[in-house]
């Protein structure tokens, strides 16, 4: 019995030698966390949202990228050609945008929100496409029909028109929301906070041609309105990247029912006007997943933007002065429907 365990326990050695020596180290490639990661209490990520609502009013000559997320379930989003533009925010919620075609400085489509009301004209493309548009901001209105498919031909013609049919359904006032933040009362709003932790692999984008991947630090701001009955829903979510310093990056608002309705990316900060004492991030990229489209804009020369200037009312309400065929959504909505 005992040479039998003996036996046994020598086999079991050999086995455990031979093995190890047959094992091959090959080293694993994991994903970087970048740091050193800054640290901030939830009063100092309130400041930090309040230093960009410092601003009333912004000018600045912009670039337009415009996609259409309405065909993302089959794996395809169409991306129009960018497109030049202008643009003026004021507060509280007022914008008037100009969208132009790059080089000759024909204007696209024009569109003005008052914070009230939008008005859209669209003025590229076929003569069919020629509409003033008028709405209101907190209504909902089905997609604007355009009279027509976009044609299959190729060339200048069905590009104008395909980007034209995308941004009929652009709403200005979605442009307020994303380049003019909300502040943050925490004292009078009754709103409640919540800081946390969060931990995100992205594509490595210091290296644009490479495929790495790396692990980036977040904090999570979230902005809670009481409920009853113990129940809390959540308003808004900003996300602050920790790597180096404090910088707001996201900023997502949610529906009452908790849906995803707008997410805003913040690019790299730079610093506007000609003075050049206010910091604020230079791309801003708007995702609207309940109307399907994404703008990306981008500040052609930061330092050349116009801040705080008071802008009178009458500039962010649009006049029809080309004599386009006006569209009333909101006498759409209450028309009754035609008779069969």
Known sequence: MAASLRLTTTLALFLLITTSCNVVHKPVEVEKVLG????????????EVN??????????????????????SSGIAEKYHAADGAITLQRPGKVYLVIQVPLIASDVAQMT????????AILKGDEKYHRFVRGTNN???????MDGSVPVKKGKGATEAQTVKALSNLRPQHL???LLISPIDSHASGLMYARTEFFQSEKDTSQPQSKKRVVRGYYLLDEFQPG???????????????VGNIRLARLQTFSDAGALVTDVTY????KFGSEGNVVLPSQIGLTRPQDHYKISITYQAPESATLDHEYPADVFVLENRWGLREVDLDAQKTSPPPKP
């Open 36 to 47: 050193p990661l800054a640290d901030a209490n939830s009063a100092q990520l309130i400041a």
């Open 139 to 145: 209504a909902v209105y089905p997609a604007f029909d």
């Open 176 to 178: 307020t929301e994303a």
């Open 267 to 270: 690019g790299e900060l730079k």
């Open 51 to 72: 230093r960009m609502v410092g601003v009333r009013s912004i000018h600045g000559k912009v670039d337009i990228q415009f996609e259409d997320l309405s065909t993302e």
């Open 228 to 242: 009853e009955n113990g129940s809390a829903r959540l308003l808004r979510r900003f996300w602050f990247d920790r």
């Open 113 to 120: 929100s008052d914070g009230e009301r939008f008005r859209i």
